[in-house]
């Protein structure tokens, strides 16, 4: 059986705000409330890492993670309450679009028997 797979981001002015990746990150940070430990879990640099959410904060104007330094626990990292609103707002569209295409495919399968009859 065939299916249908799709991406989606979230842009302003032309640029990418957020797409799965950042999604991930964000999830990740979430979870950890470390940004080394994100990025380690998802292949790539500290430095990228910090970056991908320093670019996200340039966009949309302020703060989408917070770290702290020191203290008992050492560095810990948390999403802000912007970061938060992004990633539920992402999170949402994407659920709205995963029920739009599952709904067409399911009452529209892929039959590809029938498109190769039509272009013979």
């Not at 990228?48 to 810990?76: F, Q």
């Not at 399911?106 to 039959?111: A, E, L, V, Y």
Request: proline share 2%; glycine share 10%; hydrophobic share 35%.
């Amino acid at each position: 059986m065939y299916t249908v797979k799709f991406k989606i981001w979230m842009e302003k002015d032309g640029k990418i705000v957020i797409g799965s990746g950042g999604v991930e990150m964000l999830r990740h940070i979430i979870k950890t409330k470390n940004l080394k430990k994100t990025a380690e879990k998802m292949g790539m640099s500290y430095r990228d890492a910090w970056g991908r959410m320093r670019d996200m904060e340039r966009l949309v104007g302020s703060k989408v993670i917070e770290s702290r330094r020191g203290g008992k626990d050492g560095t810990w990292t948390v999403v802000t309450p912007l970061g938060m609103e992004i990633l539920s707002e992402y999170e949402k569209r994407y659920a709205c679009v995963k029920k739009i295409v599952e709904k067409y495919f399911k009452n529209n399968p892929i039959r590809l028997k029938e498109l190769r009859e039509q272009h013979l």
